[in-house]
């Protein structure tokens, strides 16, 4: 199996402070791969290492085969990396069909029309500004603007952090939906057990290395390893198996 | 008295149109880039001496173009070797830098076009008066804010209605994101100093055609520009509009009853609007819609 993605032993720093210390990770092609752990374990650090906005200081990453490990973020966008990011980030001040023409779009099956027939409320919201959608409709926008990369892999930073309930349904409805499109995935989540679910492959980051890596049915069975690692607490994890 | 008030009234708006356009160009540059370009009257002076020395060969009309045209080529460079390396860093650099600049183009313009005042050849019938009763306002003073008004529409509908324009407004919220959408933030931020840069030279042809030429021409407008920008509302560029036309007029009527206080009102002007409303009169942190 190839490679969408590979990082080997990555340092990155924010100034002085040393956040991550040798963090190896791999996404085969074709494949959605989740990446989990406790709130400042440092998922989104390890993220902006490999998209280009945190370069590593030390470390390799190796995007379709492609040393970017010091590219630009434009660079490696263009190789089709489609990035969604905490928080959503979407464009405030414009509105939705501004914030869809500020991707550089490569070509390819996801153009503006297949974007809203996939999402049918961003094309009812379409002169709306970013400020006035709701949660779910933000994050829809924010992965919908990546998919106008068309993306070859796709990597999402806590997509369904905030939403109610039947919106994190369709967020990991998305998620399956992009893989049977052959995208790679790679997935940050506090949403333990829908992220197995929906994963082939499983890292649990911790202080800034890689603690635990596997199949992520692997994972979902072992209870205590996942309470221990991915730092959900009994509670919440028995919660969310019900 | 009337006229007295009109001619000062008129004169004020044409002030605030130049105001207009040097602020919207050092508006774009702060809202994308973070630097605040001391040497913006610089480039309007070299806007204007540009023209003066070529429109022998291409005439008013070639020059009022390719002058801005020219100017803002010579940004471009600057841009590349100076400006872009004070991106992300303290403002302290910008105005060092920036600063530093104002004071060589000055001397250069001096050293090259000499430091007396010089005239601006413009077409006869421009210099005309409307009529006999508006004797003060001629053709050239209403083209003038034509050539303000065109552009500034113009500058909206780039901004509005192309991608350009569309990023160049994202990345005034989050530079960094529109980064991994696969835009070269780089050159978004260089065409978006040329734009500046652009307007800038732009005026100083427009300026010079009215008040004639001097080294220090561009220098003067920059304060008051900066008072446009917070008096509209830093971040946005409709209130920078409003803001200059409201301190041109306001100085323009002061200067008719108290006209040694015609500076002055614009600081007061500015007082009293940040006291009702601190973020200016359009402002909106960060929105420049
Ligand atoms: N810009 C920054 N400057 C300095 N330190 C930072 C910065 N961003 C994050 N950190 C620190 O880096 C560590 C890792 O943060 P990171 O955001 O990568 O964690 P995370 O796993 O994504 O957490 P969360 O689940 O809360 O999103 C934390 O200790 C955090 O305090
Ligand atoms: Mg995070």
């Known amino acids: 199996m190839t490679e969408a993605l590979h990082a080997d032993s990555l340092h990155t720093y924010y100034g002085k402070s040393h956040i991550l210390h040798g963090v190896a990770l791999t996404v085969a092609e074709g494949t959605v791969t989740t990446l989990l752990g406790r709130n400042g374990a440092g998922k989104t650090t390890t993220l902006r290492s490999l998209v280009g906005l945190t370069p590593p200081r030390e470390g390799r990453v190796v995007v379709f085969g492609q040393d970017t490990t010091r590219w630009p973020p434009f660079r490696i966008a263009g190789l089709g990396v489609g990035y969604v990011p905490e928080g959503r980030r979407i464009f405030a001040n414009l509105t939705v069909e501004e914030n869809l023409k500020v991707p550089r779009g490569r070509p390819g099956p996801w153009q503006i029309e297949r974007i809203y027939a996939l999402f049918p409320r961003l094309a009812e919201r379409r002169g709306n500004r970013g400020r006035q959608l709701s949660g779910g409709e933000q994050e829809m926008l924010s992965i919908a603007r990546a998919l106008l990369l068309n993306p070859r892999l796709l990597i999402l930073d806590e997509p369904s952090q905030g939403l109610a309930p039947r919106v994190v349904q369709e967020v990991f409805a998305i998620v399956a939906r992009m893989r049977a499109e052959g995208i790679s995935v790679l997935l940050v989540e506090q949403n333990v057990r829908m992220s197995l679910a929906v994963a082939d492959h499983a890292y649990v980051l911790d202080d800034g290395a890689i603690a635990w890596s596997g199949p992520a049915r692997a994972l979902a069975a072992d209870e205590a390893r996942v309470q221990a690692l991915a730092g959900a607490t009994a509670e919440e994890w028995r919660a969310e198996a019900r | 008295m009337t006229q007295l008030l009109l001619f000062n009234v008129t004169n004020g708006l044409i002030i605030g149109a130049f105001y207009v356009l040097m602020a919207l160009g050092l508006s774009l540059i702060i809202n994308l880039s973070g630097v605040i370009n001391f040497a913006h009257g610089g480039f309007l002076a070299l806007g204007g001496y540009l023209a003066f020395t070529l429109s022998p060969f291409l005439g008013f009309w070639g020059a009022l173009l390719v002058s801005p045209l020219l100017t803002a080529a010579l940004g471009l460079v600057l841009e590349r070797l100076l ?161 200059g036309l409201l301190i041109g007029v306001a100085s323009g009527v002061t200067a008719v009853f108290l006209p040694s206080a015609s500076e002055a009102v614009m600081y007061v002007l500015m007082a009293l609007v940040l006291l009702a409303r601190p973020r200016g009169l359009l402002g909106e942190e960060g929105l420049m819609t």
């Open chain 2, 83 to 243: 400006i872009r390396r004070l991106y992300g860093r303290d403002p302290l650099y910008s105005l060092l830098l920036t600063f530093g600049l104002a004071f060589i183009f000055e001397d250069a313009t001096r050293f090259v076009w000499g430091a007396q005042g010089l005239p601006v050849t413009i077409p006869d019938f421009l210099g005309q008066p409307l009529s006999p009763d508006l004797f003060f306002i001629t053709w050239y003073r209403l083209f003038m804010v034509g050539v303000v008004a065109v552009s500034v529409g113009g500058l909206f509908l780039l901004l509005r209605h192309t991608r350009l324009g569309i990023r160049i407004r994202a990345g005034t919220l989050d530079l960094e994101t529109v980064s991994t959408l696969g835009v070269n933030v780089g050159r978004l931020r260089a065409l978006n100093f040329g734009v500046g840069i652009f307007l800038a030279g732009l005026s100083g042809v427009l300026a010079g055609g009215q008040l004639g030429l001097d080294p220090t021409m561009g220098a003067g407008l920059l304060m008051p520009s900066f008072i446009a920008i917070i008096v509209g509302g830093v971040g946005s560029l409709p209130g920078t509009l409003v803001g």
